[in-house]
């Protein structure tokens, strides 16, 4: 029996500052019971992921017979994707490399994927997006008031990888998601990365002015390119061991990669939105939910869990630079920042989305997943 109350997760150290959270009666919560079940349906036997992860490599050579690039991949300069491009390649891959320039870029991010790329000699297509139409964009979800700021960046990235793999004729879209770190997120600390009905709308209620040119894809749309054209999101680093201190200690090493300071924090507007907006705003510190993963998949103890959350998110001084580079970057008055901030907050649910059709689709694609991917 399930119940409902204000405290810590007994094994993970998620708590109720997610509002959908369960405990059960052992003192474990639902993140931790959901993470279980993900790593039983998704991710290979342990004795067999050595083969399966080649029958996926020879699949991915084999669909990319007489073409250029085996492959697509997304890279931003991060762990995740600096590791798919480095794994690939050491499995004699292919791939073509796509990176979404939305304006936010941090130089260390820069010099991450210039070196990757160099050493690894993959290629690269570079989108830039238009600056006036995603700043509207992205003002526009600071003003529905809602956890879920990097909807914008992270709808265009998926939009421009199917894209690209669609042009070229590729069956293949290889991410850097993962069971190991990125199982556990509460649905409503981020919520839309697919659900164009739901970016769509939000801009219509709070911006000035047309997405013409903004990289995006509808559920009919994604429809096409999983059924139709028949391409693959495949999450590769579920078919390794993948333990993320190793891997950075790999990716320094060989690459010359230099870590950046926290999950996703190469980008600039991800770093100020995850250290900033969401901690004062919505009480949402989403190192919980980035070291729970950790815990669940043996990577780091609760204790050291714990420990760290002691530790400031990030120094002052230099959020409180960010804040107002920000501020200046999106055109924005501080008074106006101030009044998003004192905003009543909001979830998903006071807007018009699809996510009923969403959660119908994934149990579609979870009941195909053997011939789709």
């Known amino acids: 029996m399930s119940i409902r109350k204000s405290r810590v997760c007994t094994k993970c150290i998620m708590d109720d500052t997610d509002p959908d959270i369960l405990f059960f009666e052992s003192g474990v919560c639902s993140h931790c019971k959901r993470y279980d ?6 991710l290979p036997a342990e004795s067999s992921r050595e083969d399966a992860l ?5 699949s991915i050579k084999f669909d990319g017979r007489g073409k250029d690039y085996d492959c697509v991949i997304g890279v931003s300069g991060g762990v995740d994707s600096t590791y798919v491009a480095w794994l690939l390649k050491k499995h004699g891959l292919r791939p073509l490399a796509v990176h979404l320039d939305n304006g936010w870029n941090s ?3 820069v010099s991450n994927i210039q070196k990757t790329l160099e050493k690894l000699n993959i290629d690269l297509h570079t989108y830039v ?15 529905a008031s809602t956890p879920d700021g990097e ?3 992270d709808h265009a990235i998926f939009a421009l990888l199917y894209e690209v793999a669609d042009n070229l004729g590729l069956k293949h879209v290889v991410t850097g998601t993962n069971v190991s770190t990125e199982a556990i997120l509460p649905k409503k600390w981020g919520y839309g990365y697919f659900d164009w009905s739901y970016i769509k709308g939000v801009h219509r209620q709070f911006g000035a002015s047309p997405l013409s040119t903004y990289p995006h894809f509808s559920l ?3 429809a096409y390119y999983v059924f139709f054209k028949k391409i693959r999101m495949v999450s590769i680093l579920n078919y390794v061991n993948y333990k993320k201190d190793e891997v950075m200690r790999t990716l320094e090493k060989d690459l010359d990669w230099i870590y950046y300071g926290g999950k996703h924090y190469e980008s600039i507007y991800t770093r100020f939105y995850q250290t900033f907006v969401l901690p004062r705003k919505f009480n949402i510190d989403k190192r919980k939910a980035h070291y729970s993963n950790l ?14 959350m002691n530790e400031q998110i990030y120094p002052e001084s230099l959020l409180l630079e960010d804040r107002e ?10 008074r106006e920042f101030d009044e998003i901030m004192g905003a009543p907050r909001r979830t998903f649910e006071n807007y018009r989305t699809n996510n009923a059709v969403l959660e119908i689709a994934k149990t579609l694609v979870n009941a195909t997943r053997k011939y789709i991917g």
Do not use: H
Request: glycine share 2%; net charge neutral; charged share 25%.
């Open 107 to 109: 130089e260390l991010a």
């Open 151 to 153: 909807v914008p960046t």
């Open 54 to 58: 080649n029958q996926l490599i020879e």
């Open 220 to 222: 009919i749309k994604l």
């Open 295 to 308: 815990i669940c998949s043996g990577q780091m103890s609760r204790a050291q869990a714990l420990e760290m």
């Open 129 to 143: 997006i238009d600056w006036a139409e995603f700043r509207d964009l992205q003002v526009s979800f600071l003003k």
């Open 37 to 42: 079940a993900i790593s039983v349906s998704r």
């Open 325 to 334: 580079y920000v501020i200046k970057k999106l055109q924005m008055s501080e």
